[in-house]
């Protein structure tokens, strides 16, 4: 593996080689054992979109392995006066040891993959999140001790981190359903993908897909360059709010997941997100374990 662009770039066993190293991370750290595995190493963090928990998961992640983080915004580089992403790739790669990259389309991703001769990790892009899926699997695993027979329902928008979670769930077997409105479906072909290898349904009805699920998961229905048709998307996801009456439908030991930012009384409401069934926080620390545990993997 010389980077990550989509978590399908990842099989089975590496999925699970990089959760069981993030979950003894998650307890080193807590006992304060660290490692300098990445000393000397210097990582560049390119972030055309806003980030709370990648960029920070990050930065404290390299930091902690001993390693140096420089976040570089894209209109702080010759990218943003021309520059092409090929010539950006080559002379980073003279520099850094990796590139890690949040971009607003995925073939900026994929391009600088291309033409760079270190590690590209895929910090999100408008069609998929993988780095998101690693820090879910590690929740779903510590919570359920399996990852194999399980039913996830994603309730909302098909959007970048719902197409990971087709891939991740349908590399492990389980189950997923994703309902949405008419028009906000996942990507076809990842769909198409998905369906290969596991049971994946498309359909319109929250409460069928909630029906004994393992794991629900949501996301906001307004992402970030869907500002200009909030109006539209509100309307649209009115019926996809992840409550009580969801969550009465899922099993009596499901999770709940949501990648944050979450907007409270919109896709989820306050009791979910805050009672007991909730991992929304657990989740969120998961992406420092999970991404450390990534960056330890890599050819860095």
């Not at 069981?20 to 750290?29: H, N, Q, T, V």
Request: glycine share 6%; with cysteine; hydrophobic share 40%.
């Amino acid at each position: 593996m010389k980077g990550l662009i989509s978590i399908s770039d990842l099989s089975k066993g590496e999925i699970f080689d990089v959760l069981k190293l993030a979950l003894r991370l998650k307890d080193e750290r807590s006992r304060g054992t660290f490692s300098e595995v990445l000393q000397h190493k210097t990582l560049g963090m390119i972030f055309e979109k806003p980030s709370t928990r990648t960029r920070t998961a990050f930065e404290v992640a390299i930091v902690e392995l001993g390693g140096y983080p420089i976040y570089l915004n894209r209109n702080d580089l010759q990218l943003g006066r021309g520059e092409t992403i090929a010539d950006t790739a080559r002379v980073l790669s003279k520099y850094l040891s990796g590139i890690i990259l949040r971009a607003t389309r995925h073939s900026t991703i994929v391009e600088m993959a291309d033409y760079a001769s270190i590690p590209v990790i895929n910090a999100l892009s408008d069609l998929e999140h993988p780095c998101q899926l690693l820090a879910d699997l590690m929740t779903i695993y510590e919570k359920k001790g399996t990852l194999s027979g399980l039913k996830l329902a994603w309730i909302g928008d098909g959007n970048n981190v719902c197409n990971s979670a087709i891939l991740a769930c349908a590399c492990f077997g389980m189950r997923i359903d994703v309902a949405c409105p008419r028009g906000y479906e996942p990507n076809a072909e990842i769909v198409e993908r998905g369906q290969k290898l596991s049971a994946v349904r498309i359909i319109r009805d929250p409460l069928e897909a909630a029906s004994a699920a393992d794991i629900l998961y949501t996301d906001t229905w307004i992402s970030m360059g869907d500002e200009a048709a909030s109006a539209e998307r509100l309307r649209a996801f009115s019926k996809y709010r992840v409550d009580e009456k969801v969550l009465d439908r899922a099993n009596d030991d499901a999770i709940v997941l949501h990648c944050l930012p979450a907007h409270r009384g919109q896709e989820i409401t306050d009791e979910v997100m805050d009672g007991p069934h909730s991992l929304v926080f657990v989740q969120a620390e998961n992406r420092l374990h999970a991404q450390k545990a990534l960056l330890l993997t890599l050819p860095l």
